[in-house]
């Protein structure tokens, strides 16, 4: 068995086709918005997360238009695709259409596909956010993996007293992380995302098991030993 799938996401931003292709395109771009370090180099994007580091091969560059590239078929019929389109509208915005396709092989693919799913849905949403907020700059990521969570419920309700809040944060909450006021721009199943004036804060459920901080700074590192956080 096993699931073929595409996921299409779109917005229209205010920030230049230039903008967004440098964004999508080049490391430290894609760095402040996606996940961990990345690398656009010899044809291919490599990011690394932890101890999962894929590459995928580009097939496409069209600059100020298209972006895409994805792995190779496996065996198994296993493969993800990334697809970037950018169209130029009157006023000063731009459409972004981000296409995620693939095949995930085996009977179990739902959990993973949910997972995955969830994950696109934070990251497109960070790229929105970064495109809107802080156009033309770029961040440092920083990724640090918190304890085993033995129950999610409790690990949410444990957040949000964190960021200040008396129930699990909803999109709009308006929160204090590392010194600053932020709003949650983004909120699902698996994750929580805040925005400050300096930073992209994001917490995510980890498909095994721990909470992760996956976040992104525009300036220097406000110092919080972000292990010790995630162990509270």
Same mark, same amino acid.
């Given at each position: ?135 033309? *700059? &770029?961040? /440092?990521? =920083?990724?640090? %993996?918190?304890?085993?969570?033995? +129950?999610?419920?409790? $690990?949410? !309700?444990? #957040? ?34 805040? *925005? &400050?004036? /300096?930073? =992209?804060?994001? %917490?995510?459920?980890?498909?095994? +098991?721990?909470?992760? $901080?996956? !976040?992104? #700074? ?15």
């Amino acid at each position: 068995m096993g699931h073929e799938f595409e996921i299409e996401q779109r917005a229209e931003v205010p920030a230049t086709p230039e903008e967004i292709w440098a964004a999508i395109s080049t490391g430290p771009g894609i760095d402040s918005w996606f996940m961990g370090r990345n690398e656009v180099a010899d044809g291919a994007v490599t990011t690394v997360f932890g101890d999962y580091s894929p590459t995928t091969r580009i097939t496409g560059a069209d600059p100020g238009a298209r972006f895409a590239h994805g792995t190779e078929t496996a065996p198994d019929g296993r493969f993800v695709a990334y697809e970037f389109l950018i169209e130029a509208r009157s006023g000063g915005t731009t459409v972004l259409r981000a296409v995620t396709s693939g095949f995930l092989p085996g009977d179990d693919w739902q959990d993973e596909f949910e997972a995955m799913s969830a994950g696109l849905e934070l990251f497109f949403a960070t790229l929105v956010e970064y495109l809107t907020h802080f156009p033309g *700059r &770029t961040a /440092t990521p =920083l990724t640090v %993996f918190g304890p085993p969570v033995p +129950g999610w419920e409790q $690990a949410w !309700h444990d #957040l949000a007293k964190k960021l200040g809040l008396p129930r699990p944060a909803r999109k709009g909450d308006r929160v204090r992380l590392a010194g600053e006021d932020g709003v949650v721009y983004f909120v699902n199943s698996q994750n929580v995302a805040v *925005r &400050t004036p /300096t930073a =992209l804060y994001r %917490f995510i459920r980890g498909f095994h +098991g721990p909470m992760i $901080a996956s !976040h992104h #700074l525009f300036t220097e590192d406000p110092g919080i030993d972000w292990k010790s956080w995630l162990d509270q």
